[in-house]
């Protein structure tokens, strides 16, 4: 009967989460993806409801004395869920949560970190300015987009800078860190890890998710070349695949910005104005990407803002 009862609660448990979380969601995946590299992948979708903001990709790294968490999502409770995947793998102490740049999908979860004795917040030099300007509208759109599922979530900053070039030492394993040229946005920063030459390129790479450009459209391309030149073995995206070798996907990515910049330039050329671009673009929007609908017609505008003035 004792027995009974637990299997009861263990049940109606497992419902009142389902409920409170994200929806009818499978319980939170984190995949190996390389020796002691674990991903979870977030969905190809905006912040939304039923998703509560899982979007992005998340995940953390094991060395022998410690554990880095690379990236905490949307919200404090997909920050928490990612601690209990890590806690169900290791009983290291999280010595470092990293972000890759400023973005709420990749930021807001670190909240939950900040329990754990000794943890550092790591980030690009120029990643508190960036987020301190956007975090009350990122934090207005959490709760108009995902509503109850990002309650208690708030911004929590890095209390360790990396102005071009870091290495975390997890104990037989480290990490080199990288702050990039504005591309994706300002702040952008990788993660290598040097034993399995697995390279987290936050959002310098999306995959499926048609790639948002928040920083400098020349400055994106210029930093897919360089990144290309990395002697990694796999990638992990900020968004799409997480089994990745990484050649394709940037080469697929340069394809679209370089797509971008082009019909920009040529109309600037004609010295067509924006909303000439955007209604001459209208429902062009390619459809192999992802969210493309949504977000192709920002990009176009984006990329007018900054190649209108170049030489
Ligand atoms: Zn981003």
Redesign the pocket.
Known sequence: MLSRIAGFSAAWLLAAVAVQGWGAQAPFAVDEVAPGVFVHQGRIADLAEENGGDI?NIGFVVGERCVAVIDTGSTRRIGEALLAALRARTELPVCYVIN????L??VFGNAAFEGEAGVAFVAAARMPASLSARAEGYLRTLDHEVGEAAEGTRAVYPTMLVEAEASLDLGGRTLTLRAWPTA??DNDLTVFDERTRTLWT??LLFERFVP?V?GSIRGWLDVIERLAKLPAARMVP??GAIHLPGGAALAAERGYLAGVANTVRKAIGRGDSLRQVLDAEEGSAPAEWALAERFHARNLSAAYTELEWED
């Open positions: 992005a890759t740049h400023m973005h999908d990749h994706h946005t936050g959002d948002i928040d900020g968004h």
